[in-house]
Nanobody, 126 residues
């Protein structure tokens, strides 16, 4: 199985950018479709972005589309989430997740994913 570790979170001001990292170990990340989810205090975990195994297909929630970019480098076993124009409502714990899938599939539901990281906190002040 694959182990996932997120990093890159922090405290920023509205309008700033952050880049999150999800490093995988245990197995090659190329076998997995990947996703980023987030969970704000008192709210359910929600989908943010997803990418297919090879990186050709991506999907975003409406709330982050145009501001966030998901990408991956399978040689480095790492998935990224570039977050621009951050807003206070982006404040949450961000989780990466992995699912064995077909080469062009992306997944947007949390219950579709098999492996999760521990999360990294992103706080955006106004």
């Amino acid at each position: 199985q694959v182990q996932l570790v997120e990093s890159g979170g922090g405290l920023v001001q509205a309008g700033d950018s952050l880049r999150l990292f999800c490093a995988a170990s245990g197995r090659s990340l190329s076998a997995y479709a990947m996703g980023w989810f987030r969970q704000a205090p008192g709210k359910e975990r929600e989908f943010a972005a997803a990418i297919s195994r090879g990186g050709a297909i991506t999907n975003y929630s409406d709330s982050v589309k145009g501001r966030f970019t998901i990408s991956r480098d399978n040689r480095k076993n790492t998935v990224y989430l570039q977050m621009n124009s951050l807003k206070p409502e982006d404040t949450a714990v961000y989780y990466c997740a992995a699912k064995p899938g077909s080469i062009y599939s992306v997944y947007t539901r949390a219950d579709e994913y098999d492996y999760w990281g521990q999360g990294t906190q992103v706080t955006v002040s106004s």
